[in-house]
């Protein structure tokens, strides 16, 4: 009895040994497996945003455009960083007023703060990115300097600070003439990024705070910190992590994770209609119908009263055709299915009189995202401008942008908003910046 009961003891024991052997290995590999897609997710990252700091010296070393200036230079031109020459900050960092003793030029010093998780990101992507760009209605870029954990960029004085801050200027109302200027400034500067560069800009923070303006109100975009280059193709994109503003990001965005010159177009157009009536995409209202600016916007155009919208600040002094235009095309471009959406070619077609404006719903639609592979692109297809005379582009055109959503009635903005939090079900990854900064 004895030995059969110490057999079945060893058995017992062997058996539980094993178990433990077994899941032990099993935790093992588990953990290595982890780690090593944890190292090959840092690595991807990493060389998505770890750009050696002295490639970047070295891309420009040679050439005529922006230069690498020392520290004791910019911290002597703002007169080391005082107060009193801040003309900003938001959450990137502050920007100083600076005067360069040895060319007299007055510059505007960016200072990268050294809290933010993307600064080193967005200070390679500024040098990298607009420092090759040369257009009139691009800020310039003079220089940059990086010295330890200080990062500083140069720019070209913009000595009437944003279009934000006049949109908004209770005291002094920009004309529509200036309003309407501005507009296709910043048109022409987007039509160089996305089509007549040798590589494809997409910009990903359009609003009026990346808006500068000159002593003569002639607009300049800046703050390429989000910047992405991608290939001149039809399906052009970059699936970098989602960054963008509030109220100036496409919502359909969040859920595809795909930057495009179609979510440059829908930041545009929400520009558009901000310049046109006065009004930041989101407001707090009573009336919830007049909170979200592109569904109001919308509204008003579908019952035939689009002018309605337009600034009560002008008084009536403006050219109601450019307003209806930049109006109209700013819907076009906010459209919910960005296979619907113009080209910004199409649309500088339409805001400078060389097209018909294009024929809209009136009521809002809404697209649906459909996973690739689940659905057939997009059902809506009542635009009917053809392409060279500013509209839609054709069927092929559409079919081949390959997007994929399905357009069901129409929805508000919160009806999108709960779409896209059920579609991705999460928010930890996506970079916001408010509507200030």
Known sequence: MCLLADSKTKNTGLIAGLVSAGIFVILAITTWLGYHQYL???????????????????????????????????????????????????????????????????????????????????????????????????????????????????????????????????????????????????????????????????????????????????????????????????????????AGTRGYMDPMYAVTRRASTETDVYSFGVVLLEVACGRRPVIQEEDEARAVLVDWVWQLYGRGNLLDAADARIDGEFDAREVERVMVVGLWCVHPDYGCRPSIRQAMSVLQLEAPLPGLPPDMPVAIYVPPGGGHGSSYTSLNASDDTGGLSSASDRSAKSHSFAVAGTRSENDITNLMNQATGTTEHVQLRNYTS
């Open 40 to 242: 090959k997710r840092k690595s991807i990252s990493s060389k998505d945003t770890e750009i050696p700091l002295e490639d970047m010296d070295n891309e420009f070393q040679n050439g005529a455009g922006p230069r690498r200036f020392r520290y004791s230079e910019l911290s002597r031109a703002t007169r080391r960083f005082s107060d009193e020459e801040k003309l900003g900050e938001g959450g990137f960092g502050a920007v100083y007023r600076g005067l360069l003793h040895d060319q007299g030029l007055q510059v505007a010093i960016k200072r990268v703060s050294k809290t933010s998780s993307q600064g080193r990101r967005e200070y390679i992507a500024e040098v990298t990115i607009i420092g090759r760009l040369r257009h009139r209605n691009l800020v310039q870029l003079v220089g940059w300097c990086h010295k330890a954990d200080e990062l500083l960029l140069v720019y070209e004085l913009m000595t009437n600070d944003s279009l934000d801050v006049h949109l908004y200027n209770s005291e002094k109302i920009l004309t529509w003439a200036i309003r309407h200027k501005i507009i296709l400034n910043i048109g022409a500067a987007l039509m160089y990024l996305h089509q007549e560069w040798d590589q494809c800009v997409v910009h990903r923070d359009i609003k009026p705070s990346n808006v500068m303006l000159d002593s003569s109100f002639n607009a300049k975009l800046g703050d390429f910190g989000l910047a992405r280059l991608v290939d001149h193709s039809r399906d052009a994109h970059t699936t970098a992590v989602i």
